[in-house]
């Protein structure tokens, strides 16, 4: 799996979002989830606004991000790099990345390992 990490709000409340690409199953997943700025996973279930797993209109994954950029709109949570990691969740779609981990601060950019 590759995992795109980036952090935003939710009703007020601090939240981390994780998008990536799912290698062995080949599609995109996303999970946000409330906690403070720069932890990357929840601490329990209860912590989560949304995940691919749990959303009915879909099963498990889907084939194109945008459908993860509309829900985080539907959501109100914004991201300032919402360009770039688009762009890096196609490339690793395409290369069928795994076992990448890319952190973002849209003050900084990117922090690849």
Avoid at 33 to 58: C, K, Q, T
Avoid at 76 to 84: I, L, N, T
Wanted: one cysteine or more; charged letters at 20%.
């Amino acid at each position: 799996m590759s995992q795109h990490v980036f952090w935003s709000t939710h009703s007020g409340r601090p939240v981390s979002i994780q998008l990536g690409w799912d290698a062995p199953l080949r599609h995109y997943f996303m999970v946000v989830a409330y906690g403070p700025m720069g932890e990357s996973a929840p601490r329990d279930w209860a912590e989560i606004v949304y995940s691919n797993l749990s959303d009915v209109e879909i099963e498990g994954g889907v084939s194109e991000p945008g459908y993860y950029w509309n829900k985080l709109a539907e959501l109100g949570v914004e991201c300032a790099m919402r360009s770039e990691i688009d762009q890096q969740l196609r490339v690793d779609a395409r290369t069928n990345a795994s076992d990448r981990i890319v952190r973002y601060d849209s003050s900084a950019g990117a922090n690849r390992p």
